[in-house]
């Protein structure tokens, strides 16, 4: 039979009609928290770490059953587990969200980049993406890009598009996502965010801490200042009065201080198993 899809004025799918009747989608914030059948009765509830479009998917409630949703880099579903933790459902995809095989028998349809809300319905090979509709078979979208001929790519770059208005995320599926139809993005929550920008930071203490600690160790100074108090009868402590700055620290010290900065990144801003994760990248 033909499907059906209704959208409400924020382009968001709110109704769809297929073989399995009609469902209404019910958003908690920009994702779908609930759906319900026409007489009403809740079919599903899913739960995700947040209400932004960015916040993954972490598991659905289905008429009892709790499954939780395991991803990829890319937020693809790879596989569904139980409240036991054992694997109920698994899914093989391509890079353009066309399913390869699967495992189990377990209504979701949340699978090819699912994290960040890519959907498709029981008769549908095509996933419902925010403004407008995939197909991974053709690895296009069906309908033209409605926005301005610039997409965003990462936090604050913008690249003119090279490619067609029908370009799903600038032929970069595996780095990419586009949740809202209207622009690719390396997809990640707030946390996500927060753990990616606190981690470089660490590593970027680490590189320049090193760097000095290097130039110190390459330049010889450790050497001559030993030499130079040894020559004028100087006891070797008043080494440690010349101000050398990141001379003393060795190299194991820095290690740990990098590995103890990673460590705080994890415990201030916890990032779920959800693609995400700095974010998609």
């Not at 989608?25 to 209400?51: I, W």
């Not at 296009?140 to 990462?154: C, F, I, K, M, Y």
Request: aromatic fraction near 10%; hydrophobic fraction near 35%; proline fraction near 4%.
């Amino acid at each position: 039979m033909p499907n059906y899809f209704y959208y409400d004025g924020d382009q968001r799918r709110i109704i769809t009609e297929d073989s399995q009747g009609r469902t209404y989608l019910l958003y908690d914030g920009e994702k779908v928290g609930v759906e319900k059948n026409a007489s009403g009765t809740t079919q599903a509830a899913y739960v995700n770490q947040g209400p932004s479009i960015y916040s993954p998917l972490i598991c659905m409630d289905r008429a009892g059953t709790k499954s939780y949703h395991l991803f990829n880099h890319i937020g693809t579903t790879q596989a569904l587990a139980s409240s036991a933790e054992a694997l109920t459902d698994t899914y093989r995809w391509n890079a353009w969200g066309v399913q390869l095989a699967s495992t189990g028998s377990a209504t979701n349809p949340f699978g090819y980049v699912g994290a960040f809300g890519y959907r498709r319905g029981t008769d549908q090979t095509d996933c419902s993406i925010g403004a407008r509709v995939l197909s991974p078979a053709a690895a296009r979208w069906l309908t033209r890009d409605p926005v301005a001929a610039l997409v965003l790519v990462g936090p604050a770059q913008l690249i003119q598009r090279a490619h067609t208005t029908y370009a799903y995320v600038l032929n970069r599926p595996t780095v990419l996502a586009d949740p809202w139809g209207l622009r690719a993005c390396e997809c990640e929550d707030d946390n996500a965010k927060k753990n990616r920008e606190c981690k470089e930071e660490c590593e970027q203490v680490y590189r320049d801490k090193m760097t000095v600690t290097k130039v110190i160790a390459g330049g010889g100074l450790v050497g001559a200042a030993y030499t130079a108090c040894v020559s004028f009868g100087l006891s070797v402590p008043v080494i440690g009065l010349l101000d050398l700055g990141y001379y003393t620290y060795s190299v194991t010290k820095l290690k740990k201080q990098r590995a103890d900065c990673l460590k705080r990144c994890d415990e201030d801003y916890p990032v779920s198993g959800g693609g995400g994760g700095g974010g998609a990248r």
